[in-house]
């Protein structure tokens, strides 16, 4: 049956930023379609939260702390996962955001840290498992970059320019892997409705009502939009021939024109 094959049974995944929004609901989605999971995140109590859910889906489930921008932390999460499960076969890089920040007052130390949060992190984390994928047959990453990386907004330069590179680092994985097993996808949601390292109130103004106006479906997002695209592209099976892709999921978001919407709400 087709439903058999979105299947991830007996599958090991890393999931970063597993304690909350987007991350927790992909560790919950994969645990239901049959993966152990490694929740990595800063905050033990959330992905002990998260580790709990993933099993009682009758899964394994770690909960291994972890702060992304730390490579010897990247290092032992990697470690821990094949000392207790032996294997890789996803890695979600989900870990991400960057406080918004005028053009003006973005300095170079602010871009670069933004740059190591979202990129540098994802570039090594993945770096660190295609080998240990190599060695079972294959495997998948995906990364959770943002519709701001094709988006202009004057206080989202640093974020928006490094999900670009994330949306760049995945053309090039999959470039350089394809060929050995490894498929390499990045999804970009639009504004979905989580908690958050940059909250939606901290652009300023009434953000939500504004993001609602322009995007075409009737509601925001939710983490389980991002969570079932992400077990999609995950799957072997479902996605074997999806590689290099970068898919938005932002309800049109990214092809609404203001202009037009306007034009058509006074003209009927």
Same mark, same amino acid.
């Given at each position: 049956?087709? @439903?058999?094959?979105? !299947? *991830?049974?007996?599958?090991?995944?890393?999931?970063?930023?597993?304690?909350?929004?987007?991350?927790?609901?992909?560790?919950?989605?994969?645990?239901?379609?049959?993966?152990?999971?490694?929740?990595?995140?800063?905050? $033990?109590?959330?992905?002990?939260?998260? /580790?709990?859910?993933?099993?009682?889906?009758?899964?394994?489930?770690?909960?291994?702390?972890?702060?992304? #921008?730390?490579? /010897?932390? +990247?290092?032992?999460?990697?470690? %821990? %996962?094949?000392?207790?499960?032996?294997?890789?076969?996803?890695?979600? #890089?989900? &870990?991400?955001?960057?406080? $918004?920040?005028?053009?003006?007052?973005?300095?170079? !130390?602010? @871009?670069?840290? &933004?740059?190591?949060?979202?990129?540098?992190?994802?570039?090594? *984390?993945?770096?660190?498992?295609?080998?240990?994928?190599?060695?079972?047959?294959?495997?998948?990453?995906?990364?959770?970059?943002?519709? /701001?990386?094709?988006?202009? #907004?004057?206080? +989202?330069?640093?974020?928006?320019?490094? !999900?670009?590179?994330? #949306?760049?680092?995945?053309?090039?994985?999959? %470039?350089?892997?394809? !060929?050995?097993?490894?498929?390499?996808?990045?999804?970009?949601?639009?504004?979905?409705?989580?908690?958050? &390292?940059?909250?939606?109130?901290?652009?300023?103004?009434?953000?939500?009502?504004?993001?609602?106006?322009?995007? *075409?479906?009737?509601? @925001?997002?939710?983490?389980?939009?991002?969570?079932?695209?992400?077990?999609?592209?995950?799957?072997?099976?479902?996605?074997?021939?999806?590689?290099?892709?970068?898919?938005?999921?932002?309800?049109?978001?990214?092809?609404?024109? $203001?202009?037009?919407?306007?034009?058509?709400?006074?003209?009927?």
């Amino acid at each position: 049956m087709i @439903l058999d094959r979105f !299947k *991830l049974t007996g599958k090991v995944a890393i999931v970063t930023g597993a304690g909350r929004g987007i991350g927790r609901a992909v560790a919950e989605a994969f645990a239901e379609v049959g993966a152990d999971v490694v929740c990595a995140a800063r905050t $033990p109590e959330q992905i002990e939260e998260t /580790a709990a859910a993933v099993r009682r889906f009758g899964r394994r489930a770690l909960a291994v702390p972890c702060d992304v #921008n730390e490579r /010897a932390q +990247l290092e032992h999460v990697v470690q %821990t %996962t094949l000392r207790e499960l032996g294997r890789i076969d996803v890695v979600v #890089n989900n &870990a991400g955001g960057w406080p $918004p920040k005028g053009w003006q007052r973005t300095n170079e !130390k602010f @871009l670069e840290g &933004a740059f190591r949060f979202n990129v540098t992190h994802a570039f090594l *984390l993945s770096r660190m498992a295609i080998p240990v994928m190599r060695e079972h047959g294959g495997g998948a990453i995906v990364n959770i970059s943002s519709g /701001a990386a094709i988006l202009g #907004n004057s206080y +989202l330069c640093a974020y928006s320019a490094t !999900k670009a590179g994330m #949306n760049s680092l995945t053309a090039h994985i999959a %470039t350089a892997y394809g !060929k050995r097993g490894i498929r390499a996808n990045a999804i970009m949601p639009g504004v979905v409705l989580r908690e958050s &390292a940059m909250a939606p109130e901290q652009l300023g103004g009434d953000f939500r009502a504004t993001a609602a106006k322009h995007t *075409l479906t009737p509601r @925001l997002g939710h983490p389980d939009d991002i969570a079932n695209l992400t077990t999609f592209l995950a799957s072997d099976e479902v996605a074997g021939f999806v590689t290099g892709q970068v898919i938005s999921s932002d309800g049109g978001l990214s092809v609404h024109s $203001p202009m037009w919407a306007d034009e058509q709400a006074t003209t009927g």
